[in-house]
C-alpha cells in the first residue's frame, strides 16, 4: 500500500524556520521524483519544490529560491524541505507529491502527481 505521510507544519512567525519531513513506503522511490506542493488560499495547488532520484537535481519555484532547502534521503525512504526566512504567503497546505521519473523541474507539476500524500498546514503570521 502506497502511503506518503507529511509531518512538520504548524504556526511560524515571518521570518522563521520550519522542517517538514515526509515519509514514504510501498513504492520504489528511485524511479520517482519525489517534490513538496502547496495550495495556498484562494489558489491553485503549485509545484514548490521538487528532486530527482539520488537528491541531485532540483527544482525551485521563483518565491521560495534561496529561502527552501529539498533534500532527500532514500535510505530512510524520507523527503525534506527545510523552509527558512518564511513569509505570510508562505501559507497553506502543503503536500508530498511522487511522479514517476527523473527530471525534478520537468516533473514538479501537480497534474503529474501520482502518489499524494494527505498534507499538512503551514501558516506563517505574527
Known amino acids: 500500500q502506497v502511503q506518503l505521510v507529511e509531518s512538520g507544519g504548524g504556526l511560524v512567525q515571518p521570518g522563521g524556520s520550519l522542517r517538514l519531513s515526509c515519509a514514504a513506503s510501498?513504492?520504489?522511490?528511485?524511479?520517482?521524483?519525489l517534490g513538496w506542493f502547496r495550495r495556498a488560499p484562494g489558489k491553485l495547488r503549485e509545484g514548490v519544490s521538487c528532486v530527482g532520484s539520488g537528491g541531485g537535481r532540483t527544482y525551485y519555484t521563483d518565491s521560495v529560491e534561496g529561502r527552501f532547502t529539498i533534500s532527500r534521503d532514500d535510505a530512510r525512504n524520507t523527503v525534506y524541505l527545510q523552509m527558512n526566512d518564511v513569509k505570510p504567503e508562505d501559507t497553506g497546505v502543503y503536500y508530498c507529491?511522487?511522479?514517476?521519473?527523473?527530471?525534478?523541474?520537468?516533473?514538479?507539476?501537480?497534474?503529474?502527481?501520482?502518489?499524494w500524500g494527505q498534507g499538512t498546514q503551514v501558516t506563517v503570521s505574527s
Open positions: 507529491g511522487a511522479v514517476a521519473g527523473q527530471n525534478a523541474e520537468a516533473k514538479c507539476l501537480p497534474s503529474l502527481v501520482r502518489f
Open positions: 510501498g513504492f520504489t522511490l528511485d524511479y520517482y521524483v
